[in-house]
């Protein structure tokens, strides 16, 4: 966030920036972690990395690393029951928003990748990403998920979903 409380949506973030915006506890992520809008740098993926976690990281402008690959969002294969942590800062969520508000069919795309990425956390594991989205998380299952929010400043909220 800037001086003015603003966010630049189309900018590289450090990995300070989103560690404070999904405001993560970094002894309680669990491992394998997916960062979910990493960025081209993949800044929260190797930070992560460095401090001892096993992160992987996914965006349409990422380089192809050992830990970073470029792929559109809808098109990846999440996987079933793997990761302990899944992180999104901004990106997969302004997407995801962006689809839903356009109301051009798009939108029933990302609720399945949505979806996917849920049935991808293994039990336990947690989904946490900013900003909310009251709209698809008041119609999750309670008895498969818990969800809590948390204000990062007025009329702004952070989520995250933990797989029962």
Sequence with gaps: ?????????????????????????????EDPIL???????????FFLNAQGHRACGIDPSAEDTDV???SDFLHVD??????GSILSPLAFIKEMSAAMAAQDGSDLEWVKCYKSI????KKGGSFIY??????????LPKEQFEIT???????????????K
């Design 1 to 29: 966030m800037d001086n003015n409380n603003t966010i630049n949506l189309n900018s590289e973030y450090s990995a300070g920036f989103q560690i404070e915006l999904l405001d993560l506890d970094m002894d309680k992520l």
């Design 35 to 45: 960062v979910v809008g990493s960025g081209a740098t993949g800044n929260l993926v």
């Design 68 to 70: 970073t690959r470029a």
């Design 78 to 83: 999440y996987g079933k029951d793997y990761w």
């Design 118 to 121: 849920l049935t991808a956390l």
């Design 130 to 139: 900013a900003p909310s989205l009251p709209y698809i998380e008041d119609i």
């Design 149 to 163: 929010h948390s204000t990062i400043r007025e009329n702004l909220s952070r989520t995250k979903i933990t797989r």
